[in-house]
């Protein structure tokens, strides 16, 4: 029996502890920051660096090649369009890639 509150302080103890135990990585997400690859750009993010918000249009958030069926024509049989940063500049910091996957009869 004087087992049991010795039991009780430990729990206790050990669900004090998890509680105010905290750790967690900062998000990566932000409102935009459209890659440019300029150096002179002040701000560097995610491996690029960020455009002026001031100087940023629609085209850069804009991807015209996904209504594009992809060449089939291969031995697999598929073909996969990519689009990432490189691609689409205002993809930057979202953490955000996109993939067409093209698929022929039997590929």
């Known amino acids: 029996m004087r087992s049991v ?13 998890c509680f105010l135990a905290s750790a967690s990585d900062p998000s990566p997400l932000q409102d935009f920051c459209v890659a440019i690859n300029n150096p002179t750009s002040a701000v560097f993010v995610n491996g690029k660096f ?29 073909n996969v ?13 979202l953490g955000i890639s996109l993939a067409r996957i093209d698929f022929a009869p039997y590929g």
Do not use: E, H, W
Not at 81 to 93: A, I
């Open 5 to 17: 509150p010795k039991y009780l302080v430990t729990v206790l103890l050990f669900a004090l502890a």
């Open 50 to 78: 960020c455009m002026d918000p001031k100087v940023v249009t629609a085209n850069d958030f804009f991807f015209s090649g996904l209504q594009i069926p992809g060449n089939t024509a291969n031995r697999f049989g598929s």
């Open 81 to 93: 369009t990519l689009v990432n940063v490189d691609k689409l500049p205002g993809l930057n910091t």
